[in-house]
């Protein structure tokens, strides 16, 4: 009777997980933050603890792992209104290499060695630290590399491709990259007729001095 009643919890939780990971989004499969990383190990003890004991009421699963559901659901709520909230759960990406110059102080503010870096270089078909313009640690920890040659494809040489308005905020770090001013910005955008900041939801710079442009609630 334990052995039957062991499966069928196993069955009863894998759905339940399974529904748990889809309402929390497909973002939680390809990568995860440290807060969706920390939940989804929470939640695989929980299943764990239960499954290895029968005696536990189901209920006793089922609550925590609501609670932990609906604590990710405000959390990506709250992310998506406030940019700060968003650096501090998620983190924000770091520049490791630029120009071909290894940043060595802000690979040790990241705890990130020169062996992680070389095998992610590596990965990425990269032998040469001189061959990288730039190289971004994501938040996930994954290196994301573009190579000096990428430049000709859509980007001015030396420029990082960021983006210098995201939800129709200005990123000021981004612009000081690539020595222009939020003055700067503003009468550039007025060439083009976008007047307000706060009707764009993603702006960038490509080659040529162009500027990609997406509006908010944008109709195709």
Request: charged residues 30%; aromatic residues 8%.
């Amino acid at each position: 009777m334990e052995y039957s009643t062991m499966i069928l919890r196993t069955l009863v939780l894998y759905f339940v997980i399974i529904l748990v990971f889809r309402i929390m989004g497909k973002r939680e499969i390809g990568q995860l933050s440290v807060l969706d990383f920390v939940i989804s190990i929470m939640i695989a003890e929980l299943a764990v603890m239960s499954i290895e004991d029968p005696s536990t009421p189901m209920i006793s699963t089922f609550i925590p792992i609501s609670v932990l559901v609906i604590i990710q659901l405000i959390m990506a709520l709250i992310s998506l209104k406030s940019e700060k909230i968003r650096e501090i759960v998620d983190g924000k990406p770091t520049v490791l290499i630029e120009k071909g110059k290894i940043d060595e102080y802000e690979m040790k503010k990241q705890r990130y060695n020169f062996d992680d870096l070389l095998v992610q270089l590596r990965e990425n078909n990269i032998s040469s630290v001189s061959d990288v313009e730039f190289a971004i640690l994501e938040p996930t920890g994954k290196l994301s590399v573009i190579k000096k040659d990428q430049n000709e494809e859509g980007y001015p040489d030396s420029h990082l491709p960021l983006p210098l308005i995201l939800d129709g905020k200005i990123q000021g770090e981004h612009l000081e990259r690539i020595d222009k001013t939020e003055f700067w910005l503003r009468q550039e955008l007025r060439k083009v007729g976008q007047r307000s900041i706060k009707d764009i939801s993603f702006c960038s710079l490509h080659k040529n001095g162009n500027f990609f442009i997406d509006l908010k609630n944008e109709k195709k």
